[in-house]
Structure formats: structure tokens, C-alpha cells
């Protein structure tokens, strides 16, 4: 899901000349739409997921029901990477193709593979300051462990992902001016 927000959104304002230049559009819906398409993929894949588990477990856990909620507070993290990435796309144009390998950095940085726990106490540290980790380790907890997730770190990740959001919508709105000039 973090990976196709962030290598698609820095390209979003240069697809569009057309709406940019000529035509009277709100460009804030284009971050929008680029969060909404991966997240139709990404709930595409996570029901293919839910089937794998109910052959392997024979049930669904209970605590599959907290997937949307830790979804959703994971939507303001994305939309404000969105709205960032897709304000600097038009002035600085090696972005996409930095933001390639800086997501695979941070996808191999992530708890993708491997729990926290099995990394050194030393480690964990660091690890925990990747804002993936939250979303990752609490949809593997509601998902294939059957536990409900860290409330309280979700309710924390979904305000400080909130005023992410609000800085990218900002910086959007204030960069905004100048895309006909660039594109």
C-alpha cells in the first residue's frame, strides 16, 4: 500500500498537463485518487490474504474486524506522503525515480517479513522509528495472531499521521500555484 502511494505520487501533477493548464480542476482530489486506487488493491489482495488464513486455520479470528480501523488510521500517513510527494514531483523531476529505491529501502527497513522480536533489543529501537512498523506489526497481530491491536499506539499513530496530513495538504496547496508554470 506505502509503496504504490509513494511511486506514484510524485509523477501525479506531471500525468494530468491538461487539467494543470487548461482546465479549472481541483488537483487536491489527484492525491486522493492515487491513496483511494491502492487502497482497492491493497483490500484486494488483504481478502485473498483472509482466504489463505481461513484454509490454513479453518476460521477467521475475531479480531479481524480491527483490520479497517487500523487501515483507516493508516489513510492520513498515506495521503499526507501523497500530498507531499505529488507537490514536489513538478520542480523536482529525479524524484520518482529516487522514491524506487528509497521504498524498497524502507520495505527492506520494515517489519515485512520478520515480528520486531526477532530482531536484538537493540535494534528494536530503531526499528519502531519506521512509521510502517505500527500498521505492519497491528495487521499482523489482528490478522494471523488472533490478538486485538495496540489501541492506544493506534489512536497516537492516527494524530501524528493527521498532522502529517495537514503539512502535506498545505505544502500542496502552497506549491500548487506554481505547477502550470513548471508542467
Known sequence: LFAEVANRSPGLILEQPNLVKKVVFPLQVLPWSAVLGAY??????LFVLM???LWFKGALPLTVFAVPIIL???LPFLLGVAFILSALGPYLRDIAQAMGMLVSLIMFLSPVFYPV???PKHLQ????????TPIIENLRLSLLSGHWPAWDWLFIYFV???LLLLLGAYCFNYLCRGFADVV
Open 51 to 53: 482466504l489463505v488464513v
Open 117 to 119: 522480536q526477532a530482531l
Open 40 to 45: 482497492f488493491h491493497a483490500l484486494s489482495s
Open 125 to 132: 529501537f530503531w526499528l519502531h522509528l519506521n512509521p510502517l
Open 160 to 162: 501524528l499521521s493527521s
Open 72 to 74: 483507516l488510521a493508516f
